[in-house]
């Protein structure tokens, strides 16, 4: 099956720094990729739709001032949380969509805002 | 706008019993339906997927699911749980190219 990454698998720091946070797909290209927020004991949160070549599109309710995506590559996604602070700790989960209609996850990221 | 129900947000079962999880979906055309599972700390892993093909859908690990047009139901099944089975089930559907998740299952193996 298809494989994709995020790095770092987890990351702490302090509140008003941003933190990136890398999708990639190893053995595949995927022009269209997801970025979800998940919180304990919930399911996904679908936060937006990132286009390779374009502008991402993202779900009612996220900032996207706050929650930057670029997707540079059919290989790559960045989800920046600007100014995080400790509300948006959380486990933040890339999808990557392929031809066969299926969506690959990685393996999350778990940020914690200090 | 479609939506995917989950029965239960809690099943336990013995090891060597039979597992199901319920998964209701609604949608005006065909769907294309899918059940995920979580491990503790993880991203999401692809069981299977119904894309209007054979009603009945084989998945790794032995499980399967079985798409009923009539019942709008999508359950997962595997005849003998394993205690690596414990984990979290998330059943979603395909919407505009997104995927519309229902509220999960956590399935606990008991020795």
């Known amino acids: 099956g298809a494989v994709v990454s995020q790095h770092p698998s987890w990351v702490i720091c302090k509140s008003g720094t941003s933190v990136k946070i890398e999708c990639r797909s190893l053995?595949?290209?995927?022009?269209?990729m997801f970025w979800y927020r998940q919180f304990p004991k919930q399911s996904l949160m679908l936060m937006a739709t990132?286009?390779?070549?374009?502008?991402?599109?993202?779900e009612q309710g996220v900032e996207k001032d706050k929650f930057l995506i670029n997707h540079a590559s059919l290989t790559l996604s960045t989800l920046t949380v600007t100014s995080a602070h400790p509300e948006d700790s959380s486990f933040y989960i890339c999808?990557?969509?392929?031809?066969?209609?299926?969506?690959?996850f990685g393996p999350g990221t778990r940020l914690l805002v200090l | 706008a479609q939506s995917v129900t989950q029965l239960g947000s809690h099943v336990s079962v013995s090891e060597g019993a039979l597992v199901l999880l319920r998964c209701n979906y609604s949608?005006?055309?065909?769907?294309?339906l899918f059940w995920y599972v979580q491990y503790p700390n993880q991203g999401l892993q692809l069981l299977l997927k119904?894309?209007?093909?054979?009603?009945l859908v084989k998945g790794i690990n032995g499980f399967e699911a079985e798409f009923k047009k009539s019942e709008t139901s999508f359950h997962l099944t595997k005849p003998s749980a394993h205690m690596s089975d414990a984990a979290e089930y998330f059943c979603a559907v395909l919407q505009g190219g997104k995927l519309i998740f229902g509220q999960g299952t956590e399935l606990s193996v008991k020795p």
């Open positions: 990132s286009n390779e070549g374009s502008k991402a599109t993202y």
């Open positions: 999808s990557a969509f392929t031809y066969q209609e299926t969506q690959y």
């Open positions: 949608s005006s055309v065909p769907p294309y």
């Open positions: 053995d595949f290209q995927a022009t269209t």
């Open positions: 119904y894309t209007s093909a054979a009603t």
